[in-house]
């Protein structure tokens, strides 16, 4: 039952990253300031959730918890610095033939990202309900500019907008595939859950910092995508102490 | 020794901790940013920590704290439009604008404030968590002295001078943690509020000045490295509070 629930969870995440397929039914391309924007909301929401998961964390032990968090940043070093050298930057590429590979690419880079996302979920759900609620809702809606980056990508190249959505919630299937056995990793061995909440904290912080805010202040002022950071990880945090009670 | 004299003390010895940084004079030379990328990447990660310390303390409350936040947000928004604080650019203050040393003064100034509010807060919910803020914003307060440094310097100011501007640019350090002490101390009702305060400024300050600053100084992952690595410092430090 709670493995179904888990799983149900990751995977709500995994289909909200189809929703970013949804304004390309209106339009045929998005802003870049829109989504600077998108990531900014994003990269608030997450930050506001790795908040959370170091409160829960650091209940359960200190060093427990910042000893996760750095294997977290490792891993999302270790896997960017995997797909850069495998694959060539996808905005260094041009020409009709690497729009394939393109594709091919952001595809395979968002993939790779949803594993700790999937181990966050998972994990959280290992500190109770209201932890697991707010981190679902937080991955959630991180994954929609996810959705809309991707889908940006396919649809340059003609492929039709359903076919965005479906392969935006592929990008995000390691999600409820990860977060199953995270749970029953952190339950079956308590001393774990620290560890686990702190990887899930890290790689959250560090992939905010290494690409999303970036890539956010690249698309608009420092003003505006700073300010609108700041009052989605203020909403996130009011949003967890409210379920929290 | 009475709790404000203590509070005094600490905020000062924060605030006076930045004079080294006042001797510092920095190049502009593309090799030498990434050394300033990497400094405001150690204080927006300092900074962020600070602030997870607060939102982890017995007095925070979600609806107030939300709103005392949001007024934070507001506060350093408009301090920097008034001030026209937003367009300047932090990695190259000395290019061609004779007024950049000035609103650097100011902007530095702005900063000290609202860190004052938040060691004075934090001394108002315990004195070792004030004392450990005091440090940490102690810790910060050398690069972004070392930055302020780097623009007056080049605009003719001497070592003594410099270091008369680093510290009369942080005497609200001092002045605003001791006024915000008396505060929750009179009326113990408006910690939720001061606290949510502290977060939202400090917070919008990292996001809206020191981490595009440093993205511009030096590579994205030697920054999130920095940062991350200084925010998890602080996080397992202030962990030792209750």
């Not at chain 2, 936040?69 to 290019?95: C, E, K, M, N, Q």
């Not at chain 2, 100034?109 to 940490?136: N, R, Y």
């Not at chain 2, 350090?173 to 305060?197: D, E």
Request: charged share 10%; hydrophobic share 55%; net charge neutral.
């Amino acid at each position: 039952m709670d493995v179904i629930l888990v799983f149900t969870y990751g995977l709500i995440t995994a289909l909200a990253t189809g929703l970013g397929a949804l304004p390309f039914l209106l339009v045929r391309t998005v802003s870049g300031r829109m989504v600077g924007r998108l990531n900014a909301v994003a990269a608030g929401l997450m930050l506001g959730a790795s908040f959370g998961l170091l409160a829960e964390g650091t209940r359960f032990g200190g060093w427990q918890t910042f000893s996760g968090g750095i294997l977290g940043v490792l891993f999302i070093l270790v896997t960017n610095r995997y797909l850069r050298e495998h694959h060539a930057h996808p905005g260094s590429s041009t020409g009709k033939e690497d729009g394939l590979r393109r594709m091919v690419l952001i595809v395979t880079v968002m993939t790779v990202h949803s594993l700790a996302e999937g181990v966050a979920i998972g994990a959280s759900f290992g500190g109770g309900m209201a932890l697991a609620t707010f981190i679902t809702v937080a991955i959630a809606v991180h994954n929609i500019p996810e959705g809309v980056a991707i889908s940006a990508v396919l649809r340059a190249n003609g492929v039709s907008v359903p076919r965005c959505a479906g392969w935006s919630v592929v990008s995000s299937l390691p999600q409820p595939v990860m977060a199953v056995p995270a749970f029953l990793f952190v339950e079956a061995f308590a001393p774990a859950l620290p560890y686990g909440i702190g990887f899930a904290a890290g790689a959250m912080v560090f992939m905010v910092l290494l690409e999303i805010l970036p890539e956010a202040y690249g698309k608009g002022s420092a003003r505006e995508i700073g300010t609108i950071t700041t009052l989605s990880m203020i909403a996130m945090m009011l949003f967890q102490k409210m379920v929290a009670g | 020794m009475a709790t404000p004299l203590i509070v005094l003390l600490y905020a000062s010895i924060a605030a006076l901790s930045a004079i080294p940084g006042g001797f510092v004079r920095w190049s502009a030379e593309p090799g030498r940013e990434r050394w300033l990328g990497w400094a405001h990447a150690l204080a927006a990660g300092g900074m962020l920590g600070a602030a997870f310390v607060l939102t982890g303390v017995s007095g925070a409350a979600a609806g107030a704290g939300a709103i005392g936040a949001a007024l934070g947000v507001a506060f350093i928004v408009t301090t920097h439009t008034v001030t026209r604080l937003d367009t300047l650019d932090l990695s190259r203050p000395d290019r061609d604008d004779p007024s950049a040393a000035p609103r650097l003064v100011a902007l530095h100034a702005l900063h000290a404030c609202t860190e004052g509010v938040a060691i004075g807060v934090a001394m108002a919910v315990d004195l070792s968590l004030g004392v450990f803020m005091a440090i940490a914003i102690a810790v910060h307060n050398v690069p972004e002295a070392a930055l302020l440094s780097g623009a007056t310097r080049r605009q003719g100011a001497g070592p003594a001078g410099t270091v008369g501007l680093v510290v009369l640019s942080n005497i609200g350090q001092p002045a605003l943690a001791v006024a915000t002490w008396f505060v929750v101390a009179a009326a113990p009702s408006a910690l939720p509020w001061v606290l949510g305060f502290a977060v939202g400024a400090l917070l919008n300050l990292v996001m809206t000045e020191l981490l595009p600053a440093s993205y511009r100084e030096a590579g994205s992952t030697s920054i999130a490295l920095v940062a991350s690595v200084a925010l998890a410092l602080v996080v397992l430090l202030g962990g030792v509070f209750p």
